[in-house]
């Protein structure tokens, strides 16, 4: 059973252009969401996070949204950069009430930003 | 800088070999967790501690996995009678709520 799923493998954008990546969880006790950019041989880079009391989150070009309701998120990266081609993961958590504070991750969308 | 050392980086292994793969957090973190990637996956999680004690593991954990953190820093986890199926990327992760920092992992490729 898939709690958090990313349904688009792969995205290729043109520079300079937003990249939208999407994201779809099923268990509503999470409530901490955390965005991460992996590149081959390395471990995953934290990217940016939103708590589930807040609907969208800001840190220079990536922009995190988050709808409750349809327990769906979203990030945004405005503009795109070749630089910012790589597998973008989508992580949720159960951050409060003491918890051990796992995340559970999507299977990740392969980002390409072409020249 | 990770804040998180894993050693050694890449580690190739005949089938059947034992290995073990050490994660040094650079400084105190109450909470230390293994997680393994495999290809075409997201990071699935293998076992957290609480400063020595290990306090949840994964059902992907089989026996012939075993994890240690004897002092509450550095940890080890080991694997036995290593298979094909256990050739992943193994990574650490020293949160500190709500921030989760990973290492740069280790490859593991049984071959």
């Known amino acids: 059973d898939q709690q958090v799923k990313q349904n688009s493998p792969s995205l290729s954008v043109q520079e300079g252009r937003i990249s939208i990546l999407n994201c779809d969880y099923t268990n509503s006790m999470f409530d901490y969401f955390l965005w991460y950019k992996k590149y081959p041989a390395e471990g995953p880079t934290f990217l940016i996070s939103i708590s589930s009391i807040k609907d969208k989150n800001e840190d220079g070009r990536f922009t995190v949204f988050l709808n409750k309701s349809a327990k769906h998120l979203s990030l945004h990266i405005v503009p795109s950069q070749p630089g910012d081609s790589a597998v973008y993961f989508c992580?949720?958590?159960?951050?409060?009430?003491?918890?051990?504070?796992?995340?559970?991750f999507g299977k990740g969308t392969l980002l390409t930003v072409n020249p | 800088d990770t804040g998180v050392s894993q050693d050694p980086r890449h580690k190739i292994t005949k089938r059947g070999q034992n290995v073990t793969f050490r994660c040094d957090p650079i400084s105190e973190h109450n909470r230390l967790y293994w997680y393994r990637q495999t290809l075409g996956q997201g990071p699935e999680f293998l076992t957290y501690?609480?400063?020595?004690?290990?306090?949840?593991k994964s059902r992907l954990l089989s026996d012939r996995f075993s994890a240690e953190r004897p002092k509450g820093s550095f940890s080890t986890l080991e694997i036995q009678r290593t298979e094909q199926g256990d050739s992943a990327m193994y990574l650490c992760?020293?949160?500190?709520?709500?921030?989760?920092?990973f290492g740069s992992g280790t490859r593991l490729t049984v071959v």
């Open positions: 992760a020293t949160p500190k709520p709500p921030d989760y920092t």
């Open positions: 501690f609480q400063n020595e004690a290990q306090l949840e």
């Open positions: 992580a949720a958590s159960t951050y409060s009430g003491g918890s051990n504070y796992k995340l559970t």
